[in-house]
């Protein structure tokens, strides 16, 4: 199983840099910059979600009348995972959801939250993803991550989602976009601590033992099924492209910004 790990980090690795060193964030250089990043980045935060709880549906069993289903390490696994992301606590101790945290921060420091709102409103009102695109002004490239999540979802193969959860959605956050972070915050604190807070609780949380807990409920998926593991990288890689590609469609808009202001 760790061999089968090793294999997919090592065929990873090159995307991983490519998305830890990606020249959006040294162009992110004021507020007004970090709310068109967070305005794109919000719809990968949501269908996290979405691919976290179809792992707990398939892993568990969430209908009534109950039965034991799966492993009992698995269903510990993605239980605890559902715990910490959908029920954390924001800075005044009040229970929330990252995503419910995301929009909070959002709306902190002016960031335009109506779009990812009516985007899930419509949604939720009709399951119409094409609609709820349209309404919303979804960006294309959001809009063709959060297609190939739901893809994934609707494989209805867990050692998929669990992988692409596992490998494909670590946000990466690399030191360079925490640096900018803590410097806005001691010139804006009242503008951004809710967002340094959300990225100090997903680094805390999700970047360690999350992380942890996946690669254990990747393995006991995959087991020793050769076929499994290779789809399963196949399907990271494309994940890691796919972030690269909303990274790239922020740094468009971002480098649009600045020729339309004639800053920086």
Known sequence: ???????????????????????????IKDIEDLKVFMQYHVYAVWDFMSLLKTLQKNLTCTSVPWFPKGTADTRYLINEIVVGEESDVDLNGIRKSHFELYLDAMKQCGADATKIEVFTDILKNTGNF???????????????????????????????????????????????????????HKKFPDDISIFKYYIERHIEVDGDHHSHLAIQMTSSLCKDNEDYWKEAEESVVHSLKQRIELWNGVYRQLTERTTINGSY
Do not use: C, W
């Open 1 to 27: 199983m760790v061999t089968q790990i090793e294999k997919i980090k090592k065929a990873i690795e090159p995307l991983r840099q490519e998305i830890i060193n990606h020249k959006v964030y040294s162009a």
């Open 130 to 184: 094409n609609l709820a695109y349209s309404s919303s002004e979804t960006p294309k490239e959001a809009i063709d991550f959060v297609d190939f999540t739901f893809k994934v979802i609707e494989s209805g193969k867990d050692y998929l989602q669990s992988a692409v959860f596992t490998f494909g959605r670590e946000d990466l956050i690399p030191g360079m976009f925490i640096s900018i972070i803590n410097e806005m």
